[in-house]
């Protein structure tokens, strides 16, 4: 392929991986499959890597990669980030309309035109295009001043990268809140209470805890999405109305919240309040209220803000859901990675129309930090609302009856010692053939995301492992008829067309096997990248900490959650038996390492680069195949000696290894990248 052509091929795939982006993350409307997308950006991410002087910060590859900080730049917002008014009931909202009547002197009985829309509950953030393209984004820090979080912003694929309109403003700083799913945020909580790390109390915490990261490849594993509900700093287009800004956004690409609506008169955004008091729980995302705005801008310009708030807008806050009950005892569940993870058992009480009789007590802290004990009275609350949250405990209700709750010492599932790692929250139960872990594993195995068994739901798993036919996930592969014929309620033809999805998981794509192995950390995000990179289940098991870790989207401490998962003999031998099954252990098309121009070197720099940093160098390293490492060894294959090189280059002549200047590193990677 020529210079020319590849340039072109770029282009054309950039627009239509970001239309499928659009048509997936904005409109929840997918045209294509996700191998139909993977491939279009794998080819992409080829292109790139063979020709890098077309790189583009807006090109979708951009969105992962970028390598971690040591602290966020400040950013300062061109128009500050104000907070609202707060109505806790339609009073306040009939006093609102009143005062700017007052103020723009208009009759009491005249009609003001509102735009109302939903308040999600999240982090706000600024995103800044210049000419079209996004080149900040920034939280809201204190209305002012931000911090310039990009590159996890970009990770966010419901941002667009560009306005993809024919004249774009010249600058213009558009205003959103990032959110977190309910689903999820407790799926995220729930990995995090299985890998016995601290909890987010909200998906808001998840939201902003999520974009306030260093290393933007934590953003990246995390769900995020974005509603854009406004702007700041404008330059190159003017708007005439709220309802206009909310349109045109979603015109130009945004994702805005579709439940907005034009209210003639407080009374109809009284009326929208108090619908949305009733349904909000419906939505799959948190929100905290509603925003009352004047929809003209004219208007909103004449009254002009308070101190931190503007005089056009307030937010109406939905009463918080909760209900009083008791707790019938507190029980104890075994997660895959063998975490006990404490739960109440509830008298059923209903809260906000959904019936509750059991909540998550995530684990002993939490439950010393409540106080609570069984039978005691507590204050429930639907907050990630699937799983609701005990939030106190009604100590003027106890009678003296309550029994305090005491982490068993034994698994409660096999009877194993339990253990509490330091630094971590969570009790552990150490068996690896501990019955539940056994279980855990094999559902995740299992799952829809993973290797897809359908038929194999935890009902099977369950009577398969308790029977003890299988005792790992491999194991499954080597069931024959009539061994599913010994289970109670299994009948031929069930039994058979299971056979048949087990065996039809044999071929299933290489990164559903990489995540159904369930490493920590290695969500199925990273387990695309992964096998992407590595091409192969054997590349990736027998890969160096080094290499691993290099991998961009992949930082430090998932890269040595993976080499460590690789170096268990149970794990090994788990892969080592699937694979005797015949489950495919390669991806199709391989993208194997050694097609990049340094695969295969381990480089070394010594010494002050004059033409770049370091960190950019190293960079370049990787982008081309080879692996950036910062110590001299018998491994290494080439050191780059700048200027007053150190110790290093002593150590490489010692060893014998090839040494290169600068000017020659530079002729080296000038086929590649534009230095
Ligand atoms: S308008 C000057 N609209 O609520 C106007 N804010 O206290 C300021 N929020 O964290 C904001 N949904 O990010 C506006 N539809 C919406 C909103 C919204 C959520 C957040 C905002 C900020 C807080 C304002």
Not at 233 to 261: I, M
Not at 391 to 417: H, N
Not at 507 to 515: A, K, V
Request: some cysteine.
């Amino acid at each position: 392929m020529t210079e020319e052509e590849a340039k072109k091929r770029i282009e054309e795939l950039r627009k239509l991986i970001e239309y499928h982006n659009y048509r997936y993350y904005v409109l929840d409307s997918p045209e294509i499959s996700d191998a139909e997308y993977d491939a279009l950006m794998r080819e992409l991410m080829e292109l790139e890597e063979k020709f890098p002087q077309f790189i583009t910060p807006d090109s979708p590859t951009q969105r992962v990669g970028a390598p971690p900080l040591e602290v966020f730049p400040t950013y300062r917002h061109r128009v500050p980030m104000l907070s609202l008014q707060n109505a806790f009931s339609e009073e306040d909202l009939i006093a609102f309309d009143r005062r700017i009547k007052r103020f723009l002197g208009m009759d009491e009985k005249e009609i003001i035109e509102y735009c109302a829309e939903l308040k999600m509950d999240g982090l706000a953030v600024s995103l800044v295009y210049e000419n079209g393209i996004l080149t900040h984004g920034a939280t809201r820090g204190d209305g002012f001043e931000g911090e310039e979080v990009t590159p996890n912003l970009k990770t966010i694929r419901s941002i667009p990268l560009r306005i993809n309109i024919p004249n774009p403003p010249a600058f213009i700083e558009v205003r959103g809140e990032v959110i977190m799913h309910k689903k999820d945020f407790e799926e995220l909580n729930r990995q995090r209470a299985e890998m016995g790390e601290p909890l987010f109390a909200n998906p808001r915490n998840a939201a902003a805890g999520s974009v306030r990261q260093l290393d933007s490849s934590i953003t990246a594993q995390r769900k995020l999405d974005i509603f854009c509900y406004g702007i700041g700093y404008c330059e190159g287009y003017e708007f005439q109305t709220q309802y206009q800004v909310l349109e045109t956004l979603r015109s130009w690409g945004f994702k805005v919240n579709p439940h907005f609506r034009l209210c003639k008169g407080i009374e109809e955004a009284i009326e929208y309040c108090r619908e949305w008091t009733e349904k909000h729980h419906e939505l799959p995302y948190e929100t905290d209220g509603t925003v009352i705005k004047v929809n003209s801008i004219a208007l909103q310009n004449e009254l002009g803000t308070l101190a931190r708030s503007p005089r056009w807008a307030i937010a109406f806050k939905f009463p918080a859901e909760q209900g009083i009950t008791q707790i019938e005892d507190i029980i104890v569940q075994v997660g895959r990675t063998g975490t006990l993870t404490p739960v109440a058992v509830l008298k059923p009480v209903e809260v906000g129309g959904v019936t509750i009789s059991r909540a998550t007590l995530h684990n002993e802290d939490e439950i010393k930090r409540l106080g609570v004990k069984i039978k005691d009275w507590v204050v429930v609350q639907r907050a990630g609302e699937v799983i609701p949250e005990i939030v106190a405990v009604v100590t003027s209700r106890r009678t003296g009856e309550e029994i305090d709750f005491k982490m068993p010492d034994k698994c409660p599932v096999c009877g194993s010692q339990v253990v509490r790692l330091p630094d971590e929250v969570a009790y552990r139960c150490i068996n690896y053939s501990c019955p539940a872990q056994v279980k855990e594993r094999i559902y995740h195995f299992a799952s829809r995301d993973a290797m897809n068994i359908e038929g194999l739901g935890k009902e099977w798993v369950d009577k398969l492992v308790d029977s003890g036919l299988i005792k790992d996930a491999a194991d499954l592969y080597y069931l024959k008829l009539w061994d599913l014929l010994k289970l109670e309620r299994m009948g031929e033809r069930l039994a058979r067309k299971l056979l048949d999805n087990i065996e039809k998981s044999k071929n299933n794509e290489l990164y559903r096997l990489i995540y159904a192995l369930g490493i920590r950390h290695v969500g199925e995000s990273t387990a695309r990248l992964l096998a992407q990179h590595f091409g192969s289940l054997e590349r990736l098991m027998n890969a160096s900490l080094e290499e691993i870790a290099q991998i961009p989207g992949i930082g430090p401490v998932v890269g040595e959650s993976i080499y460590r998962f690789f170096r268990e003999p149970h794990n090994r031998e788990l892969i080592e038996k699937l694979k005797k099954a015949g489950v495919k252990m390669t991806e199709e098309e391989k993208v194997g390492p050694e097609e990049k121009p340094l695969a295969g070197q381990r480089i070394v720099f010594t010494g002050a680069l004059r033409s770049m940093e370091r960190s950019k160098a190293e960079e370049i390293v990787a982008k081309l195949g080879g692996i950036p490492s910062s110590s001299v060894s018998r491994n290494t294959t080439l050191v780059v000696v700048g200027e007053n090189p150190g110790s290093k280059y002593q150590r490489a002549i010692e060893l014998g290894i090839k040494t290169i200047n600068e000017e020659e590193f530079l002729e080296m990677i000038r086929p590649y990248v534009e230095v």
